[in-house]
C-alpha cells in the first residue's frame, strides 16, 4: 500500500473525483473482518479447556488425567501468557505503526495452533495457551486502536460491538465443536479461520499513526483510502494533520532519548489527559470481568453439571448460554445505533447486576432446601443474565476504551490496560474455583452482584458519552480547556449541519 500513496489525489483536486459512498465501508469493513477473525480464534482457544478437559479425561478414566490445578492453569494461562506482549505491543505500535504488530500477531496465531493440533499431553497444550496470550493482550490495546482508527465515525460503533460478539462466537464454535467432535478439530478449524487475516497484507498503515510521526502525504492518502473524499471526511482530516502539526511544533525541542521517554511516560501517568480515561478503561474492564460472565463461559459444564446434577444438562445449556450470549451482543449490537453508549453501558449492567442477586438467592434456598430445584428456572436465568450482560459490559467495555484514550497517549495506555487486563482476567479465572469451592456458587455470583453494583455507580457518577463524537471532540472532554474546545467544535459542527440543510 506504501507504494501508492503518490497516486492518490492532492485536496485540491478530490472533488473532481467520482465519489463511491460505499467503497470506504467496504474498506472499513474488510480492515474490521480481520481483526474480527483473531477475536474469534482467540475466543476459540479460550473456550477450548471448557471441552478438551473432560475429553481427556475420559479417554484416561480419570479425573487425575486434567488435575484442577491444572485445569485453572489451562483455563487462565491465556491471560498470564500476554503480561511479556504487554511490555512490547505498545512499543512496536508506537515505532513502527499498527500494521506490522498485526502481522506478527496473526503469524503468532497461526503457530499456536499448530502446536495446539500437534499435542500430545497438557505441557504441548498449555503452551500453546501461552501462546495465544499475545492474541489475548492484543484484544485490549491494538485491536481495539486499529478498529476506532480505520473506521469512519458512522461506522466506529457497530464495528467495535462486532468485535465482542467475534471473541464469543469463537467460544460458541469451540464448545460445539467439542461437544460433538474430537478436541483437536478445534485447532483444524481455527487455523483455517486465522489464514483469512492474509487479508493485512492490502491494508494502508493508520493514517492516525502516520500523522503522529509528521508523514502527512501518506497520512492524507492513507485516510482517503479508508475513508473516501466527501466533505465531512476531508474536515476530519483537515483538522487532524492541523493538531498534529500543531503538536509537533510545540514539542519540536524535546529529546527522544530512552531516559527522556522514562521521564515523559511519568509526566503522563500523571497528567489528567492520561489517566482519568485510563482510569474509567480500567473500572470498565473491572465490569466486564467482575460481571462473572467470562468465568460462566469458561466454567460452563461444571457449574451446569453442579446446579442441575445432570451432565447432559450440562453440555446442552453451556451451548444454549454460549448461543443467547451471541444473540444478545447482536441485539446489543442493534440497540448501539439507538442508545448512548453510556446509557446502554449502564442499563444492561444494571440488569445483569440484578439477575445476579436473584441468581444468589434462589441458589441459597435450593441449597437450605427452602425451594426444590428446577433445572429450566436454572437455565432460564442464567439465560437472562448472559443477554443482559451480552448487551452491555461485554460489548460495550473495548467499544468505549478505543474512543476514550487520546491520541497521543496511545502507547502507553496499551501497556497499562493490556498489564490491568491481562492481570486481572488471568487472576479471576484462577481463583473462581477457589471461590466456588469455598463460598459456593450462590456466593460467588453474590461477589459478583456487589462487584458490579460498585463498578456501575463509579461509572455512573463520571463516565462521559462519546456516540457520534470524533475522536478530537472525545480528546477535548479530558484536557484543561475541554468546555471551550468543545464548544468550538461543537459550534462548528452546528455550521457545517446547518449550511447542508436546504
Known amino acids: 500500500m506504501d507504494s501508492n500513496y503518490k497516486e492518490v489525489s492532492t485536496r485540491e483536486n478530490y472533488g473532481s473525483i467520482k465519489k463511491c459512498s460505499w467503497m470506504p465501508f467496504i474498506k472499513q469493513f474488510l480492515v474490521c473482518s480481520g481483526v474480527w477473525t483473531i477475536y474469534f480464534t482467540l475466543g476459540m482457544a479460550t473456550g477450548a479447556p471448557t471441552v478438551f478437559i473432560p475429553q481427556l479425561r475420559k479417554e484416561a478414566n480419570s479425573t487425575e488425567a486434567v488435575s484442577e490445578e491444572m485445569e485453572s492453569w489451562l483455563s487462565s494461562v491465556i491471560g498470564y501468557g500476554g503480561i511479556p506482549w504487554v511490555f512490547l505491543l505498545p512499543v512496536f505500535t508506537e515505532f513502527i505503526g499498527r500494521k506490522i504488530p498485526f502481522i506478527i500477531l496473526c ?8 502446536v495446539f493440533y500437534c499435542s500430545t499431553n497438557t505441557t504441548h497444550i498449555l503452551i500453546s495457551e501461552i501462546m495465544q496470550g499475545m492474541a489475548q493482550t492484543g484484544a485490549h490495546t491494538i485491536l481495539p486502536v486499529i478498529i476506532t482508527e480505520y473506521t469512519s465515525v458512522k461506522y466506529r460503533g457497530i464495528f467495535l460491538t462486532i468485535k465482542s460478539a467475534s471473541f464469543f462466537w469463537g467460544i460458541w464454535a469451540s464448545n460445539a465443536i467439542g461437544t460433538f467432535y474430537y478436541w483437536k478439530n478445534i485447532g483444524i478449524f ?4 486465522s489464514a483469512f487475516t492474509v487479508t493485512v497484507l492490502i491494508w494502508p498503515e493508520s493514517p492516525y499513526w502516520l500523522a503522529t510521526k509528521g508523514r502527512f502525504d501518506e497520512c492524507t492518502a492513507s485516510y482517503r483510502w479508508l475513508k473516501g473524499y466527501d466533505k465531512e471526511s476531508e474536515e476530519e482530516l483537515e483538522y487532524l494533520i492541523n493538531s498534529q502539526k500543531e503538536y509537533r511544533k510545540c514539542h519540536a525541542d524535546d529529546k527522544t532519548t530512552w531516559r527522556w521517554r522514562l521521564n515523559n511516560f511519568g509526566k503522563t501517568l500523571l497528567c489528567a489527559e492520561f ?3 485510563v482510569l474509567l478503561c480500567m473500572l470498565m474492564m473491572s465490569l466486564n470481568n467482575l460481571s462473572g460472565k467470562i468465568v460462566f463461559s469458561m466454567y460452563a459444564i461444571n457449574i ?3 446446579i442441575t446434577d445432570s451432565e447432559s444438562m450440562a453440555y446442552k445449556g453451556m451451548l444454549v448460554l454460549d448461543g443467547v450470549t451471541v444473540l444478545g451482543m447482536y441485539v446489543g449490537c442493534l440497540l448501539a445505533n439507538f442508545l448512548r453508549r453510556r446509557t446502554q453501558l449502564l442499563v444492561a449492567s444494571s440488569l445483569g447486576m440484578i439477575f445476579l442477586y436473584v441468581i444468589s438467592l434462589y441458589l441459597y434456598l435450593v441449597k437450605q432446601s427452602i425451594i426444590t430445584e428446577n433445572n429450566i428456572l436454572s437455565i432460564a436465568l442464567l439465560i437472562m443474565f448472559s443477554v443482559t450482560i451480552s448487551c452491555g459490559p461485554i460489548i460495550m467495555t473495548t467499544s468505549i476504551y478505543g474512543e476514550l484514550i487520546p491520541l497521543q497517549f496511545k502507547s ?3 501497556f497499562v490496560m493490556g498489564l490491568f487486563s491481562d492481570i486481572l ?6 481463583v473462581s474455583p477457589f471461590i466456588f469451592r469455598v463460598f459456593g456458587f450462590h456466593g460467588a455470583c453474590l461477589f459478583y452482584g456487589i462487584s458490579v453494583s460498585i463498578c456501575v455507580l463509579i461509572l455512573f457518577k463520571y463516565l462521559p458519552e462519546t456516540k ?3 475522536l478530537q471532540e472525545i480528546e477535548c472532554y479530558f484536557k484543561d480547556k475541554s468546555k471551550d474546545e468543545m464548544k468550538e467544535l461543537m459550534d462548528l459542527k452546528k455550521s457545517e449541519q ?3 440543510v436546504p
Open 275 to 277: 489517566y482519568k480515561p
Open 412 to 414: 502507553s495506555a496499551m
Open 425 to 430: 482476567m488471568a487472576t479471576v479465572l484462577k
Open 468 to 470: 457520534d463524537k470524533s
Open 304 to 306: 451446569i453439571k453442579k
Open 498 to 500: 446547518n449550511k447542508s
Open 190 to 193: 481455527a487455523f483455517v479461520c
Open 107 to 114: 503469524v503468532n496465531s497461526l503457530v499456536a495452533y499448530v
